[in-house]
């Protein structure tokens, strides 16, 4: 590949060249014509901006050979096709935890390749797992492999009263690539006495849907008077106060210097996308995705 981009360096280098040295001929072949004529800078004019018409169309033609050799992906419209005619991978029957089972559309690491986020959540616990597709180079549906733990909860994505969902994101440099960083949380019922909160990140890291914990609240109702007894600590272990835990996704990034942003997301239900036809499908994932913004 790199040989291929430095022949098209090579070839661009003349083409400028070649460009260079007929703007000096047109140049000099126009000043004589301004010479003779009352009108003379006009043609002038009109000859450099044709010059410069056709300089352009020789960069965008490069640009597209760029593009051909680096396995660009395909417009957003195409994806979302994709995702449409592949319904029967991701649209499937579950059997337990079905009380939400919704999806939408985002792109969650800002790479012009659209994710597509199912998620189902229910149970006694209150348990919810999230499964994490994308459109390859080839054109092919691809599920993201994920860091969390099997048979553990995972993080809440879906809002529990509304098809719309806002998220708190967190931008920053790693290794000399942008890394967006999804504040989520997770609400477990433990036991029939004992509430868990936690926070985490959620970032795509080469392909991998990675999940950074990092703070959990207690909820316990062991009194005699059932009164909550109510504890904080990071995932060291370390105790926190209220405020520490509430503010401790923003401190964390903050310390690396990160961006704040907002992500929007529209969440809709799986059962409205299983019995219609691929056209219609694109239709309803198009709607989720136009509905997604990131600020």
Known sequence: ???????????????????????KEE??????????????????????????????GVWTDYAEYLDSISGATMDIQKQIEVFAQNRDKWATDIDFADEQYKFTLADLDMDGQVELLVSHCGGTG???????????????????????????????????????????VYSNIINGKGCYNYIVYDFMKESPDCYIYRVSSLAIVDDVVTE????????????????????????????????????YAARYYEAQQASEHRAHFKWIDVSDIVDVSDSEAAQILMESYDAYSFH
Not at 40 to 55: I, K, W, Y
């Open 212 to 247: 950074t914990k990092l703070a959990i609240e207690y909820e316990t109702y062991e009194d005699p008077d059932y009164e909550a007894t109510i504890s904080y600590e990071d995932y060291n272990g370390t105790e926190l106060t209220e405020d520490e835990y509430r503010t």
């Open 1 to 23: 590949m790199r040989k291929n981009i430095l022949f098209g360096l090579i070839i661009l280098s003349f083409v400028l060249a070649g460009c260079k040295q007929d703007a």
């Open 126 to 168: 209150i348990f919810s797992y999230t499964s994490f597709y994308k459109v390859d180079k080839d054109g092919k549906l691809k599920e993201l492999d994920t860091t969390f733990s099997e048979y553990e909860s995972q993080p809440d994505l879906m809002d529990s009263v509304s098809d719309e969902s806002d998220v708190t």
């Open 27 to 56: 140049k000099e072949a126009s000043t004589e014509v301004t010479k003779e004529l009352s009108g003379g800078q006009e043609e002038v004019t009109e000859t450099a901006t044709e010059r410069l018409s056709d300089m352009e």
